[in-house]
């Protein structure tokens, strides 16, 4: 019995303490919010000179009550990128042209009347990182091969057709689903780069805040904040209604794991605030809140595809190559996450993408967990 309350005394000694969820300040409009804390502590604190009140919806007016608000480019851009995957995706039940979605990108011999269901002079390839048009461009080829073949099921070395439950995907010879490749294509060299790279950079960051633009009710500088808000593709009310579209929804989706919605939502409030207050020591904070939560949130999308494909893997073969594009793709954006900030290099990026070999069909389970490997230990 002796022995006994000694090794028990021992085991009690040696039982580690397991750690609750991590105490901060959640609040993103306070001085020391802290984007890692999951529980708030009450630790909160607030700049003394912060004159000005911060909202709760993207809505920011002048003492007139007009709106200086503007992104109306950015919500025609994904409304394109949306129509595009809607061609893109016919490619399952009939023969799509490669030439229809370059005119889409390009938005050419058609100037809106032609290539969208809505009229719009905007471009989607003139706001591409350049090194990446290419690539997009030569996806556009591939579906529109892959999608003669539509009729055929999908095997290693041939382009077709597979169904999963009510849902069909057309893959091409090396089983990538290129609708998807475009659509995370555009998403990262697009929306993600001009957010996080152009409008959030150095030279449109010290762009005027004091002359209103010609015509207009706002400076350059809030435009240019009101721009990369745009490319975030949600509500002025996000998260309270949900976001349709792209970085948005995905956003919400990574939400448990990352408090994504309110760490993106509440800095995206915060340095507009900031900037229509003059106020630009408390938008810079803002700026590398937005920088890494994005990040995050493409590689740990990236990461729950995996999972799932781990999770089909030679059960489900339609779904196993759908979700392994998806991770391709997400892992894909990273290569446009801003260098100040990033966690991976181009370089190390673009090694990732090759573990995937070119060829989905041969991926092993081995494959996939070195991949994840890879991921986890930069995020």
Known sequence: ?????????????????????????????AANYNSKAKQDDGSCYYNENQTYSVPTTYTFT??????????????ERINQLIEMIQYADLGTSQVISAQVLKDMFAN????????????????????????????????????????????????NGQAGTLTSGTSTYLFDATGFEKSEMIEKSVMGAVFMYQALNVYLGSTNMNADNTTLVAGKTYTNLEHY?????????VPTNFPTAPAFAFWGKYCN?????????????????????????????????????????????AAYQ??????QAVTNYGTDQAKYLHVLSEAYGFIYSLRFAPVETRNMSISEVDSLLAQFNGNLWNLTLNDINSIKASIDQNY
Request: proline residues 2%.
């Open 225 to 233: 904040w009101d721009e990369a808000f745009g490319y975030f593709a």
């Open 108 to 155: 050419v011999n058609g100037n809106g009347n032609g290539n969208f269901s809505f009229t719009s002079t905007k471009k989607l390839q003139d706001k591409c990182f350049s090194l990446d048009t290419a690539t997009i461009i030569a996806h556009f080829t591939d579906i529109a091969a892959a999608s003669n073949s539509y009729m055929n099921t999908a095997t």
């Open 253 to 297: 989706s990574q939400n448990t794991n990352l408090n994504s919605n309110q760490v993106m939502m509440g800095n995206f409030l915060k340095g507009r605030a900031a900037i229509s207050n003059k106020v630009l020591a408390d938008r810079d904070p803002a700026i590398v809140e937005i920088r890494e939560m994005w990040e995050k949130i």
């Open 302 to 307: 990236a990461m729950r595809y995996l999972d």
């Open 62 to 75: 002048n003492s007139n009550g007009e709106s200086t608000v503007d992104y109306g480019g950015q919500t």
């Open 1 to 29: 019995m002796k022995n006994f309350f000694y090794l028990l005394a021992i085991s009690i000694l040696v039982t580690p303490v397991v750690s609750c969820k991590k105490k901060g300040c959640t609040d993103p409009t």
